[in-house]
């Protein structure tokens, strides 16, 4: 890093690629910069034991939560298709009375 009392001075040189050195063993081994290569069993049972970790760290929502949203979902599926039936049978009828008017007007 360059020296804040003189910047004009240039910067220091790097001696790591982005990251390494300021990340611990767990973030490496994600990157795959852990070493030396395992075979395909050690990386399934890593994988399964990164699982078992990441899934005890899952915040689950409650009976309560679920019952709510799946209410408020119900009611919002519930409005949107009566919104949808009605708005298609007033355009139905709008086209159809269209379609006669049209069909008058031309002696058809």
Do not use: C
Request: aromatic share 10%; net charge positive.
């Amino acid at each position: 890093m360059a020296d804040i009392e003189n910047p004009q001075a240039p910067p220091a040189p790097r001696t790591a690629r982005f990251g390494e050195g300021q990340e611990g063993r767990g973030a490496r081994r994600e990157r795959g910069l852990s070493g030396p290569r395992t075979s395909a069993l050690g990386r399934l049972a890593q994988f399964w034991r990164d699982v078992r970790a990441e899934m005890k760290r899952v915040s689950w929502p409650t009976a309560n939560d679920v019952k709510n949203t799946t209410i408020i979902t119900l009611i919002a599926v519930i409005f949107f298709a009566v919104y949808l039936f009605l708005v298609d049978r007033i355009w139905t009828f709008l086209l159809t009375q269209l379609n006669h008017l049209l069909n008058w007007m031309t002696g058809a």
